[in-house]
């Protein structure tokens, strides 16, 4: 069974719930604030058979998430797989972001990030097949943009995270792997003007929209390989290694003359 936090509000979360659930998988859900959108969904799915349940609650509350497991372990007795694409961000000019800001997403997305899979993995180490814990980054913390320092701090986190839980819950159970994926642009915001998302195609190497369903892909992709652990997966279209043309011609001119 998998466990998709931030799944319930139809964003990232839920399109890899769904790819799960395709794949056979029974589900937990989870919501923090779209509650009443996690009921309908999961009575929706459990209406066509595939096995549902829905917690709710703040993901850096340590309470809550203890007894989500303790829920979890009570319904399906194991927990094979934990995606955590719950997250915060809020844009802010440098000049306008608070210590209150900072701490805000700080404990979202760090320590939800860390409570969840501390306590889902030390769940998983004693299941004699393991399990597969997949964090949610950012493909920007490399080449980060302007007035989110507050989220890029908080999400900068997520490399190290990976790679610490990865060998901390390895030695624990050979068989529980963590990786991440680091989406690029997908979803952008309603009323996004054209213009914006133009410059945002020309800037992906791929010359293509990201999508919510890219990320689901991923993230199966990464709970369901058995030699891979550690590992930050960039599903960015490439962004994080090209920065275009014009930034080409800055760097070499003569190339565009």
Request: with cysteine; hydrophobic share 45%.
């Amino acid at each position: 069974m998998a466990w998709i936090t931030g799944s319930a509000a139809d964003r990232v979360g839920r399109a890899i719930a769904k790819r799960f659930a395709v794949r056979g998988y029974r589900i937990v859900l989870h919501a923090n604030q779209s509650i009443e959108d996690g009921k309908r969904l999961a009575k929706l799915w459990n209406d066509l058979g595939i096995e549902t349940m829905l917690v709710h609650g703040p993901i850096e509350d340590e309470a809550c998430v203890r007894n989500w497991i303790d829920q979890i372990m009570a319904r399906f007795g194991r927990l094979d797989v934990l995606v955590h694409a719950a997250a915060v961000w809020e844009p802010m000019t440098l000049e306008n972001t608070t210590s209150k800001l900072v701490i805000e997403q700080l404990m979202s997305n760090t320590l939800g990030s860390f409570l969840c899979s501390q306590h889902a993995g030390l769940a998983m180490t004693k299941q004699s097949t393991g399990g597969a814990i997949v964090l949610t980054g950012d493909w920007a913390i490399a080449r980060p943009y302007q007035d989110f320092v507050a989220y890029f701090a908080s999400k900068g986190s997520i490399p190290t995270l990976t790679r610490t839980l990865a060998v901390e819950l390895a030695d624990r159970n050979p068989r529980v792997r963590v990786n991440a994926v680091l989406p690029g642009p997908v979803m952008l915001a309603e009323g996004t003007p054209d213009r914006t998302q133009q410059a945002i195609l020309q800037e992906c190497l791929l010359q293509r929209a990201g999508t919510a369903d890219h990320v689901a892909q991923a993230a199966v992709f990464l709970a369901e390989h058995e030699f891979i652990t550690g590992v930050c997966l960039p599903v960015d279209g490439g962004r994080s290694i090209y920065a275009g043309k014009i930034a080409d011609a800055i760097a070499h001119p003569s190339l565009f003359n």
